[in-house]
């Protein structure tokens, strides 16, 4: 029997084909990220006086985690029985997806005898408590594996390239939020220092935060106006430039992070306009490096300017929309009016590290040979 005819009919023993093995992993990871956000909605808004992990969202949280390993591993159970090599057990890229299934289930049991040992934090120690990180690493981890995935099957099946950008991109949205977690209290699309606390004030979430209006809210403000930016930057430049990814990835990467960044205030839906028109400017500028402009695709100065576009966007609306809805603002003219100008050019320095340009590529190239 040849090579192809024993593939084939391997395949038809299969219960999971490859294209439903990727499209059950793809729908348990969504699960997953829509459970880890509900639990944070969750104690955002009811606080850590409910002592029990038993709780509905993390229900919905472990649930998602169990359906994003379980395709997985039924397809290397079936390897087994197939006697297929040990290196053809899965495709690309799962491997790292049950590595970090695994991992969050090991974070998950350490999280458990964590609170009941130390018991539930509240504020700032909730982002960086050893357990939590366990969590949102191994689960970011997971992400990463996913986008692997994409990415291996974009090379293998050109007709579905679409789809597997997309699913690069939600991928990539994803692990940007994720990256974003330990910086809730300065993310300017969770803490609105430039506000007051006009809105984030409100929550218990934020009840551990006093000083909204002077000078220490100020810097935490603008600190995570910078950090936001750069990341923000790189997450969307480096996939464009590395994969060339279709028209709606911007869109996708930034609705993604951002829609998840502001769905645990209610009120912050105000500010989604904002991420919305900056996705919007990055998409624009993608479709013109399509056809010619900025050098097209291939030079670099096109993923500058969006490295620069996106944030600078992204907070000229934000404190526009936060002038008219948002509380008003109470910084500074000087102090906001200079902040969308950083957060712009620090997204723009983080391109240029990230993407250099042609002729430093090319003499590192020479320098190779």
């Not at 219960?15 to 793809?26: C, D, H, I, M, R």
């Not at 040992?117 to 970011?140: C, N």
């Amino acid at each position: 029997m040849s090579t192809t005819s024993a593939a084939l009919s391997t395949a038809r023993q299969r219960t999971l084909s490859e294209t439903a093995l990727f499209v059950a992993t793809f729908i348990g990871f969504v699960i997953w990220e829509f459970g880890g956000h509900i639990d944070v909605w969750y104690h955002q808004h009811y606080g850590f006086a409910i002592e029990s992990f038993a709780t509905w969202p993390h229900a919905v949280l472990y649930a998602g985690w169990i359906a994003s390993a379980i395709p997985a591993a039924i397809y290397v159970f079936e390897s087994r029985r197939l006697a297929v090599p040990r290196s053809e057990m899965l495709p690309p890229g799962y491997a790292v997806v049950l590595v970090a299934a695994a991992a969050f289930g090991v974070a998950g049991m350490f999280d458990l005898v964590w609170h009941s040992t130390v018991g539930f934090e509240v504020d700032q120690e909730a982002l960086v408590s050893p357990s939590h990180i366990a969590l949102i690493f191994s689960s970011g981890l997971g992400y990463v594996g996913l986008a692997w995935v994409a990415i291996a099957r974009r090379r293998r099946e050109p007709a579905q390239r679409l789809f597997m950008d997309l699913a690069i991109a939600l991928s990539v949205g994803a692990v940007l939020r994720h990256s974003l977690y330990a910086l809730m209290y300065s993310q300017p699309f969770a803490a609105d220092y430039a506000s007051g606390g006009a809105i984030a004030g409100q929550l218990f979430g934020f009840s551990g935060v006093t000083a909204w209006r002077d000078e220490t809210a100020q810097v935490a403000g603008v600190s995570g106006v910078i950090l936001y930016s750069m990341l923000l930057a790189l997450f969307v430049v480096v996939p464009l430039r590395r994969l060339r990814l279709a028209s709606g990835a911007i869109a996708l990467i930034v609705l993604w992070n951002g829609a998840f960044n502001v769905v645990g205030l209610p009120e912050m839906w105000i500010y989604l306009p904002a991420i919305v028109g900056s996705a919007v400017v990055g998409e624009v500028f993608w479709a013109a490096m399509g056809r010619g402009a900025l050098g097209g695709r291939d030079e670099s100065r096109g993923y500058w300017v969006i490295g620069f576009a996106v944030p600078a966007t992204q907070f000229f609306l934000y404190f526009a929309i936060m002038a008219a809805f948002g509380g008003g603002i109470a910084w500074s003219t000087p102090l906001w009016a200079g902040t969308p100008i950083l957060a712009g050019l620090y997204g723009l320095l983080a391109s240029g590290l990230a993407i250099p340009p042609r002729f430093l590529s090319a003499e590192n190239q020479r320098s190779a040979n």
